[in-house]
Structures are given as structure tokens and as C-alpha cells.
């Protein structure tokens, strides 16, 4: 069975750190075609893609958030951290994590955590 | 800049058909974008429901019903979600993404009411 969890504050101040927690079980990030991907969403807004490591550590970003995000993966813990610098009120949303599966170049999100609530406000 | 554009809302009635589209914007083709779509209920995250390029390489997610199909009209350069049989269990939210070089895009969701 294959789950995932995120973690971290639930309330920050502006232009603080996040550090948000992916702690995931069932499946392996050293397994080739896998990977996790942060994504996030504004109370009653649309998804955003944020991030994505892959099994073979190789990273990817949104263009339009890349100089705030760092990405890294502890495939012995089974743990994905995303940290974002510089925290707005505008980047309060729920952040999910999510399990890519790769397979001939098709990559898609199929599992999912529960999200956890981040509010930016002072 | 490509961008995927979806109505905001769509409303159709128990056991009629529903066509969600996705427009890609931006100066690219959709024909050579495969098109993934997820379906969100309140409260819960997004689940995956298919993808869809061609009628040769599409897939269905695990579990996911038959009267869920993708397709393309490469006149309006969109991809769509076919959802037949409506049931009221379909209220949801749906969202298109696509990959865009290595990043990926979302579309801004699209609120289907079965009434």
C-alpha cells in the first residue's frame, strides 16, 4: 500500500522559511521511473506544480518559483523535503506531495497525501 | 509561455454526457502533448483519472470507469475529458495538466455540477 504524508508548520510569518516534510511508505525513490513532486493549492484556487526530485536525484522546478525552492530527497528515510524561502501571504495554501511514475516517458502523479495547510501571516 | 486554459464551470444532467476541454495556449500544438487529467472532490486530494495523446497511446488510471475517456480537437487545440453516464458521485473538480519541457503545467480547473 502506497501512502504519502506531508508535514510542517501549519502557521508562518512573512519572509520566513518553510520546510515542509514528505514521509512516504509502499514504494521506493531509489526504484527507477519514480520520483515526488510537491504541488500546492490556494484555498479555492487551482493546483500549482512546485517541485520534483527523481529517483536518479536529478531536480526540477516551476520556472516561476525556482529561486525560492530547494527540492531534496532521503531515500533511506523514505522523506522528501521541500524548503521555500521568503514566505508570502499569497503562498498560503494546502501543499500536497505525490509519487510520479515514469514509465517510456510518461510521467503522471498517481498517489497523493491528505495536503497540509500552510498560512503565511504575521 | 505555454498555458492551459479551462472554463470555470460546467453543469449537465444525471446519465448525459459531459465534455470538459483544455486549451493550450501559447503557440504550441496540442496533437503533440499528452494531456493528463485528475479529479477533485471537496476536501480530498486530486486523484488521477487518465491520459490521453492519441488513440494509440492513451491510459486509464487503475480503477478508473470506463465512462471516463479522453480525446483531442486539434481545431480548438484542446484535449477533453469525455465523462458519459453522469453520475452524481462525478461532482467534482477537474484539472488538465500537461508537461512542458521539463516542468509541468496545470490547468486552472474546471467545476462540474451534475444536476
Known amino acids: 500500500q502506497i501512502t504519502l504524508k506531508e508535514s510542517g508548520p501549519p502557521l508562518v510569518k512573512p519572509t520566513q522559511t518553510l520546510t515542509l516534510t514528505c514521509t512516504f511508505s509502499g514504494f521506493s525513490l531509489s526504484t527507477s521511473g519514480v520520483g515526488v513532486a510537491w504541488i500546492r493549492q490556494p484555498p479555492g484556487k487551482a493546483l500549482e506544480w512546485l517541485a520534483l526530485t527523481y529517483w536518479d536525484d536529478d531536480k526540477r522546478y516551476s520556472p516561476s518559483l525556482n529561486s525560492r525552492l530547494t527540492i531534496t530527497k532521503d531515500a533511506s528515510k523514505n522523506q522528501v523535503v521541500l524548503t521555500m524561502t521568503n514566505m508570502d501571504p499569497v503562498d498560503t495554501a494546502t501543499y500536497y506531495c505525490?509519487?510520479?511514475?515514469?514509465?517510456?516517458?510518461?510521467?503522471?502523479?498517481?498517489?497523493w497525501g491528505q495536503g497540509t495547510l500552510v498560512t503565511v501571516s504575521s | 509561455q505555454a498555458v492551459l486554459t479551462q472554463p470555470p464551470s460546467l453543469s449537465a444532467s444525471p446519465g448525459a454526457s459531459a465534455s470538459l476541454t483544455c486549451t493550450l495556449r501559447g503557440g504550441v500544438s496540442v496533437v503533440t502533448y499528452r494531456i493528463y487529467w485528475y479529479q477533485q472532490k471537496p476536501g480530498s486530494p486530486p486523484q488521477y483519472l487518465l491520459r490521453y495523446k492519441s488513440d494509440s497511446d492513451n491510459q486509464r488510471g487503475s480503477g478508473v470507469p470506463s465512462r471516463f475517456s479522453g480525446s483531442k480537437d486539434a481545431s480548438a487545440n484542446a484535449g477533453i475529458l469525455l465523462i458519459s453516464g453522469l453520475q452524481s458521485e462525478d461532482e467534482a473538480d477537474y484539472y488538465c495538466?500537461?508537461?512542458?519541457?521539463?516542468?509541468?503545467?496545470f490547468g486552472g480547473g474546471t467545476k462540474l455540477t451534475v444536476l
Open positions: 495538466m500537461t508537461w512542458h519541457g521539463s516542468a509541468v503545467l
Open positions: 505525490a509519487r510520479t511514475w515514469c514509465s517510456g516517458g510518461r510521467c503522471y502523479f498517481d498517489y
